[in-house]
């Protein structure tokens, strides 16, 4: 058996609660919601200044940023405290792959984060 992989293009999304948060009611106001899941866009930049979660991948082979003239992301955060953080990749797992009934073969990854 021989270690094989699989590339996914997607969009890789973490959602984490940020309790430290403060959103003034002033800023809510002008807002006009009344929903604790309306989410705000917020400059990617801030991403710099918050914790992050550790995540780790299993069987991760590579994980590449998509960007063209600048990254594919996103930052949001809930008048709730979530931030929400979206970026586009392609990530490579490492899938190991028999072809012994080939063309009649069954492949299963698994993909944990």
């Given at each position: 058996?021989?270690?094989?992989?699989v590339?996914f293009?997607?969009?890789?999304?973490?959602?984490w609660?940020?309790p430290?948060?403060?959103?003034?009611?002033r800023?809510?106001?002008?807002?006009n919601?009344?929903?604790p899941?309306t989410?705000?866009?917020?400059?990617?930049e801030?991403?710099n200044e918050?914790?992050?979660?550790?995540?780790?991948?299993y069987?991760?082979k590579?994980?590449k940023?998509?960007?063209v003239?600048?990254?594919h992301?996103?930052?949001w955060?809930?008048?709730?405290?979530?931030?929400f953080?979206?970026q586009?990749?392609h990530i490579?797992?490492?899938?190991?792959m028999?072809f012994?009934?080939?063309?009649?073969?069954?492949?299963v990854?698994?993909?944990?984060?």
């Amino acid at each position: 058996m021989q270690e094989y992989s699989v590339t996914f293009s997607s969009y890789f999304n973490v959602l984490w609660q940020e309790p430290r948060l403060h959103i003034s009611e002033r800023f809510l106001k002008e807002l006009n919601s009344t929903s604790p899941d309306t989410m705000i866009p917020v400059n990617l930049e801030l991403v710099n200044e918050l914790w992050l979660p550790n995540i780790f991948i299993y069987n991760l082979k590579t994980f590449k940023v998509v960007e063209v003239l600048s990254k594919h992301a996103g930052l949001w955060i809930t008048t709730n405290n979530d931030v929400f953080y979206s970026q586009a990749t392609h990530i490579t797992f490492i899938c190991p792959m028999r072809f012994d009934a080939f063309p009649l073969d069954t492949q299963v990854c698994q993909q944990k984060l």
